[in-house]
């Protein structure tokens, strides 16, 4: 059974940072894709970021420049450093993993939210 389990969340005020782990088990890490996502009150669930099985990343417009993907495959671990946030990077933010053969992702997390102040 695979299980994602997240942390980091909080509260911070605009122009602060956070970081996010989360740590997989029940599955491969090494040969799979792992992937944030976040959702804010009333919106859809939005891609934030993803770092795949042979470490390339990618990053959401909303958030290039300002958050970090990254990856321990020693640990199973996928961070995600969030610097410079902004009162709309308020949102419940979700891990994601997926074998790299498939296409969508299909494993979850339970989600931490993240909530910016001004």
């Known amino acids: 059974q695979v299980q994602l389990a997240e942390s980091g969340g909080g509260s911070v005020q605009a122009g602060g940072s956070l970081k996010l782990s989360c740590t997989a088990s029940?599955?491969?890490?090494?040969?799979?894709?792992m992937a944030w996502y976040r959702q804010a009150p009333g919106k859809q669930r939005d891609l934030v970021a993803a770092a795949t099985f042979d470490r390339k990343t990618s990053y959401a417009n909303f958030v290039k420049g300002r958050f970090t993907i990254s990856r321990d495959n020693a640990k199973n671990t996928v961070y995600l450093q969030m610097n410079s946030l902004k009162r709309e990077d308020t949102a419940v933010y979700y891990c994601?993993?997926?074998?790299?053969?498939?296409?969508?992702?299909?494993?979850w997390g339970q989600g931490t939210q993240v909530t910016v102040s001004s």
């Open positions: 029940g599955i491969i890490f090494s040969i799979s894709d």
């Open positions: 994601a993993a997926k074998f790299a053969t498939v296409r969508e992702y299909n494993n």
